[in-house]
């Protein structure tokens, strides 16, 4: 499945919220192009990047089919959950779910991308 996504630029489209949510509240909605290489999986999930997920990461990931899935761990408070995506035919989407604890909800975020074209050389 790794196989199947090639590294380029994407139109990504991420919706993240909270799994068990009041009704009315909508998911935040975030739309980026961004670079993206398949052997760095995280890229695909920004959440992982946040503050309040510091020391969470996706581990051993396996292939099934055209997809990828992967645990989540996060050291420090034990939170555990599990991450997927799969790619082909220029296109590639993916969900990440992370369960809750005493302190955190449990949360979700979902991406979908289009495959627009190689990546833009950096002149550094």
Same mark, same amino acid.
């Given at each position: 499945? @790794?196989?199947?996504? $090639?590294?380029?630029?994407?139109?990504?489209?991420? $919706? *993240?919220?909270? *799994?068990?949510? /009041?009704? =009315?509240?909508? #998911?935040?909605?975030?739309?980026?192009?961004?670079?993206?290489?398949?052997?760095?999986?995280?890229?695909?999930?920004?959440?992982?990047? #946040? *503050? /309040?997920? $510091?020391?969470?990461?996706?581990?051993? =990931? @396996?292939?099934? %089919? &055209? @997809?990828? +899935?992967?645990?989540?761990?996060?050291?420090?408070? %034990?939170r555990h959950g599990s991450a997927r995506w /799969?790619? %082909?035919?220029?296109?590639?989407? =993916?969900?990440? /779910?992370? =369960?809750?604890? &005493? &302190? +955190?909800? @449990?949360?979700? $975020?979902?991406?979908?991308? *289009? &495959?627009?074209g190689d990546c833009p050389d950096r002149q550094?």
């Open positions: 499945a @790794a196989d199947a996504m $090639q590294p380029g630029l994407y139109e990504l489209t991420w $919706q *993240t919220g909270a *799994t068990q949510r /009041e009704r =009315g509240l909508s #998911d935040a909605l975030r739309q980026e192009r961004r670079c993206i290489d398949p052997r760095d999986p995280a890229v695909l999930f920004p959440i992982l990047s #946040d *503050t /309040e997920l $510091q020391g969470c990461r996706l581990e051993r =990931g @396996a292939v099934s %089919g &055209r @997809a990828v +899935h992967y645990l989540v761990s996060c050291d420090g408070d %034990g /799969e790619a %082909g035919d220029g296109a590639l989407s =993916g969900e990440l /779910e992370l =369960g809750a604890d &005493r &302190r +955190h909800a @449990a949360i979700r $975020q979902r991406v979908r991308g *289009t &495959r627009l550094d």
